[in-house]
C-alpha cells in the first residue's frame, strides 16, 4: 500500500472563503488555506471555534453556505461526501460492532466493489500496517480504546485516499494510549505518504504532529504556520493564550523604542517585544510562558519581579508553581528548585520572552464598558 492511488493524487487543495451558517449565525467566516499534496495540517482551537465545521465543510457532512472547495482545478465542494474520495477518522471510532476487525477494515473496500482478490490484499496490508494480527477476529467490543482507533485508521488508509480527514481520534484515549496513538500517526502519514487534515483542541498534540496548524476562535482564522512558529511567536494574544502563555495580563505601554516596550501594569513594570505596532500609552496584553519565568538569586537587574509561592505541583523533575505578587497577579512558572507555599520568591523573564500585544478592537470595546459601568 505506497499511498494514495494515482486516481486520487493531487497536488493541492483549495479552501477559497469557505463559510458556513446556522440558523442565520456565522459558525465559519471567510476560512482561505490551500493544503499540499503530503501535508499534516491540523485545525486547532477551543470548542466551538469552527474547526470541526471546517472538517465536515471539507467532507462533504456539510454544505457550504458561502465560497468554495478545489482540488487543483477541480470544483468539489458540490460533490457528495462519497464522490470525493476522502477516508475519515470519527472520535466515536464508528466501527460495526457485529463485524470482526478484518470485515470492519474491508467494508469500505467492499462498497467500492473491488474485486475480491484486491480486497483482501488491501485489507490484510492495512492489518499489517497498524500491528493487529492477532485480533483480525475479534469484535470491536473486545478490543482496548486503542485497538479500536487502530481499526478505524486501517478503514480509512485501506481506500488509498486523496485526503485524510480525523476529527479528534484520540480525545477518549487516557493519557499513556493518546501518546501511543499519536507516534502510531505520525508514522502511518508519513510511510504512506498521506496528505491529512486533523482536528484537536490539545496544543501540544498539534506541535507535535501537524506540519501547519491553522489557529481558529468564533468562526474566523487567527494564525497559520509550523509549530516552531506559533509556539515561539503567536500572532494575537488569543493565539498566544491558546497555545501555552499562561501569563497574560493587560498594561500600560509607558514607552516604546522599536520594538522594545516598557509596560507597566498590575505592580509590575517589564521590559518586553512588541509583536506588532504599539504607540506609547497604548492598552497592551502582555503574554509569557511559564517556562520562560525564572527564579532567581539576584538581587538587582531589568525586570524583577517579587512574589510569594502559593501552590506547587510536583511534575517529576519539575515543579509546576503558582506565585502571587504583592499586587494580588498570579504567575505560572515551571522550576526545578524546590520551592514550597509560603516562600518568597524573586522571579526574571527576558524581554525577548515578553511578548506584547495590542488590545484589540473587541478587548478594546470591552474594557470600555467594564470603566463605565465601575464608574
Known amino acids: 500500500m505506497p499511498g494514495p ?16 451558517r446556522f440558523a442565520g449565525k456565522d459558525a465559519l467566516v471567510d476560512l482561505n488555506l490551500t493544503i499540499r499534496a503530503g501535508e499534516f495540517i491540523a485545525l486547532l482551537g477551543p470548542s466551538g471555534c469552527g474547526k470541526s465545521t471546517a472538517l465536515n465543510c471539507l467532507a462533504g457532512l456539510l454544505p457550504l453556505s458561502s465560497g468554495s472547495i478545489w482540488q487543483d482545478e477541480r470544483r468539489i465542494d458540490s460533490l457528495p461526501p462519497e464522490k470525493r474520495g476522502f477516508g475519515m477518522v470519527f472520535q466515536s471510532y464508528a466501527l ?22 484486491e480486497i483482501k490484499r488491501r485489507t490484510e496490508e492495512g492489518i499489517r500496517l497498524v500491528q493487529l494480527e492477532e485480533h483480525v477476529d475479534k469484535l470491536p467490543g473486545q478490543l482496548s480504546g486503542g485497538q479500536q482507533q487502530r481499526v478505524a485508521i486501517a478503514r480509512a488508509v485501506v481506500l488509498e485516499p486523496s485526503l485524510v480527514l480525523m476529527d479528534e481520534p484520540l480525545s477518549n484515549l487516557d493519557a499513556k494510549l493518546r501518546l501511543e496513538m499519536r507516534t502510531e500517526i505520525r508514522r502511518l502519514h508519513q510511510s504512506l505518504g498521506l496528505t491529512t487534515v486533523y482536528v484537536t483542541h490539545d496544543q501540544e498534540e498539534a506541535l507535535s504532529l501537524a506540519d501547519r496548524l491553522v489557529v481558529l476562535r468564533n468562526g474566523r482564522m487567527q494564525q497559520i504556520g509550523t509549530s516552531e512558529e506559533l509556539h515561539t511567536r503567536p500572532a494575537n494574544w488569543h493565539v498566544a493564550d491558546f497555545m501555552g502563555f499562561r501569563n497574560i495580563f493587560e498594561a500600560e505601554a509607558s514607552r516604546v523604542s522599536g520594538s522594545e516596550v516598557l509596560v507597566r ?9 512588541a509583536t506588532s505596532e504599539i504607540t506609547a500609552n497604548d492598552r497592551v496584553k502582555a503574554a509569557v510562558r511559564p517556562e520562560d519565568i525564572l527564579v532567581t538569586d539576584s538581587p538587582s537587574g531589568e525586570n524583577l519581579i517579587e512574589a510569594t509561592v502559593e501552590v506547587v505541583e510536583y511534575q517529576g523533575r519539575e515543579l509546576a508553581v503558582e506565585a502571587r505578587t504583592p499586587s494580588g497577579l498570579a504567575l ?28 484589540e478592537a473587541d478587548d478594546r470595546a470591552a474594557a470600555a464598558l467594564v470603566k463605565a459601568g465601575a464608574t
Open 265 to 273: 501594569g498590575d505592580g509590575l513594570c517589564l521590559l518586553g517585544t
Open 332 to 359: 505560572h512558572l515551571r522550576t526545578e528548585r524546590r520551592l514550597a507555599p509560603g516562600d518568597g520568591v524573586t522571579l526574571t523573564v527576558s524581554a525577548d520572552r515578553l511578548l506584547v500585544y495590542p488590545l
Open 96 to 117: 460495526f460492532p457485529h463485524m470482526s476487525v478484518r470485515r470492519n477494515i474491508a467494508f469500505g473496500l467492499q462498497m467500492q466493489r473491488l474485486p475480491r482478490t
Open 5 to 20: 492511488s494515482d486516481k486520487a493524487a493531487f497536488s493541492e487543495l483549495r479552501l477559497d472563503n469557505v463559510g458556513r
